[in-house]
């Protein structure tokens, strides 16, 4: 094993809008960290939002780990500012925003759903 062939230099990748499905999230972008060649999707990523960006209402089947390292963002109704770590556990549902910007580390083992809000 070279342990090279498993390094990310997330710092020589350029932020791509994130476009999930031919919808374009405006004001999000995404650097890919690890892309998993069985099931076609990257499953840790680096998540940048905008001022004023946000993320639709959806669930995760597998759970989700999310570390804020800069700025802040809001998830069902509670503002997660930089270090904190959200455990999202399987089937947990949320929207994410940033009202000044954020940028997150996540680790998504299964594809998210989006889903109509619940009222």
């Known amino acids: ?8 230099k997330s ?3 350029s932020w791509q809008p994130l476009i999930e499905k031919e919808i374009h999230y405006h004001g ?3 650097k890919s960290l690890h892309f998993d060649k069985a099931t076609d999707r990257s499953t840790a990523i680096l998540l940048k939002f905008e001022a004023g960006a946000s993320y639709p209402y959806h669930v995760h089947p597998a759970g989700e780990e999310i570390l804020v390292l800069e700025g802040s963002c809001e998830i ?4 997660l ?3 904190d770590y959200l455990y999202t556990p399987p089937t ?3 929207a994410v925003k940033s009202k000044k ?3 997150l ?3 998504i083992p299964e594809e998210v759903i989006l889903i109509q809000e619940d009222k």
């Open 76 to 79: 069902h109704h509670e503002t």
């Open 105 to 107: 580390f996540l680790s």
């Open 28 to 30: 999000v972008f995404v």
């Open 11 to 13: 710092e020589q990748i």
């Open 1 to 8: 094993m070279n342990i090279r062939d498993y390094i990310t």
């Open 101 to 103: 910007g954020c940028i």
């Open 81 to 83: 500012s930089q270090g």
């Open 92 to 94: 947990g549902k949320h």
